[in-house]
């Protein structure tokens, strides 16, 4: 070879180099591109199998007859987070007036044997998500997502159930701040999970809720006596509770989580009470511009639909109730049947406040709390600063995991109360 060849040699084999070097990161490229989407496709169809069929919260018609809890029909998850079986449930419960409806809800145990005298289970009662049939928890892309503490607690080795609600999931009357048809499905689940084989669940229940599921593990904790004699509830907790719906109905009609709230709570109020009251009577509350927007609004899904809701709800403020509800009858009454308290709760409580809670304030659960300590509840009860509503579960949990173990042991005297 010619010295004067060298250069041209030399840049031949960088440029064959080059292109092998481009060709080998074009296959890797490709390569990754096809995981990639093997993996999407896989989420996709994992995240789909998530998702409630809407075929199986369709309940048959005409409903059979059933007794409290008892299912008419589940189907297990495949998709189950890692190290935990998980079935979607339908099961009877009963509404206000007593009557046979179906309701759906999650099932979620630890993976492997249950322990000889069964798992405890964790009853969650979910926050507010809507009152439309399609705003159920059970629904969602990922179904297990708004469990709070689910994993810890699994971890644990409680067993989890999660109830939709009536009216969510299932075509039927709104349960939306009902207390008494809301216990009955977060009662009714345990029961429901009791039959499933392979749940390996005991009759030992904690109510554990937030918000709106707060008021509806409370109202739970005041029926199991009577409503689930069997079940053995061994404690309620709570976070940020709507347990005084009064004072939450004054404290919040004033602005957009207030007019939200009670677009949600119309409907079911009027469907309840129509009898009792009059339809008239009821939404004789609301103002004209205020009718017309409830069922734009009751159509939405809080968690998906926030911002649609909240540009149907911000011209409406001061112009939607000709009156607060917590003072004007026959809303005063309603939300007053509806506010926890009404009968003892017998077991330990739990609660959870954020003391930067602009939804549920501070005062309202301090005068609830109060309530609980004056009937001789026994009370624990914790304040954490500078937390707002939507982690007021989430600053609980901590505690929760404390609390729980003590529920099976001596108890010490609380000094919540003293």
Not at 42 to 58: G, K, L, Y
Not at 231 to 247: F, I, K, Q, T, Y
Not at 374 to 402: C, I, K, N, W
């Amino acid at each position: 070879m010619h010295s004067g060849d060298a250069p041209a040699a030399h840049a031949r084999r960088s440029h064959r180099t080059a292109r092998a070097t481009l060709v080998v990161l074009a296959v890797a490229l490709v390569i990754l591109l096809l995981i990639a989407a093997e993996v999407f496709r896989r989420t996709s169809a994992e995240e789909a199998e998530r998702a409630s069929d809407p075929a199986f919260v369709t309940a048959p018609t005409p409903l059979p007859s059933g007794a409290p809890g008892s299912l008419i029909r589940s189907e297990e998850i495949d998709s189950a987070p890692v190290g935990t079986r998980a079935w979607r449930v339908l099961y009877h419960s009963r509404d206000l007036a007593g009557s046979d409806i179906a309701v759906s809800g999650l099932v979620v145990v630890p993976e492997g044997p249950a322990p000889e005298n069964g798992r405890t289970v964790v009853s969650w009662a979910h926050p507010t998500t809507g009152a439309a049939t399609a705003c159920a928890p059970s629904l969602a892309l990922d179904p297990f997502e708004l469990i709070a503490g689910m994993h810890e607690l699994l971890a644990e080795g409680y067993a989890v159930v999660a109830t939709d609600y009536p009216g969510l999931g299932v075509e039927g009357a709104s349960s939306y701040l009902l207390g008494v048809p809301e216990a009955h499905s977060v009662l009714d689940i345990v029961r429901a999970a009791g039959r499933l084989d392979g749940a390996g669940t005991s009759a030992r229940v904690v109510l554990w809720g937030h918000s709106q599921g707060g008021q509806a593990a409370l109202f739970a904790a005041e029926r199991a006596e009577t409503y689930a004699p069997e079940l053995s509830v061994r404690g309620v907790a709570v976070a940020a509770p709507a347990a005084d719906l009064n004072a939450l109905t004054t404290d919040d009609i004033v602005d957009v989580s207030g007019i939200t709230i009670a677009s949600f709570a119309i409907a079911a109020y009027r469907d309840a009470y129509a009898e009792r009251f009059g339809e008239e009577a009821i939404l004789s509350i609301l103002t004209p511009e205020g009718a017309a927007a409830t069922p734009d609004m009751a159509a939405l899904c809080l968690l998906t639909h926030t911002e649609e809701i909240h540009a149907i709800a911000e011209p409406l403020v001061g112009s939607y109730v000709t009156a607060d509800p917590a003072t004007t009858e026959p809303w005063r009454t309603m939300l007053a049947e509806n506010s926890a308290g009404g009968q003892p709760i017998t077991v330990p409580v739990l609660v959870g406040q954020g003391e930067a809670d602009e939804l549920v304030r501070p005062a309202a659960t301090d005068g609830y709390v109060a309530r609980l300590c004056a009937a001789g509840t026994d009370v624990a009860y914790h304040r954490f600063p500078a937390v707002d509503h939507g982690y007021a579960a989430y600053a609980t949990l901590p505690e929760l995991l404390l609390w729980l173990p003590t529920l099976d042991s001596p108890r010490e005297p609380r000094d919540t109360c003293g």
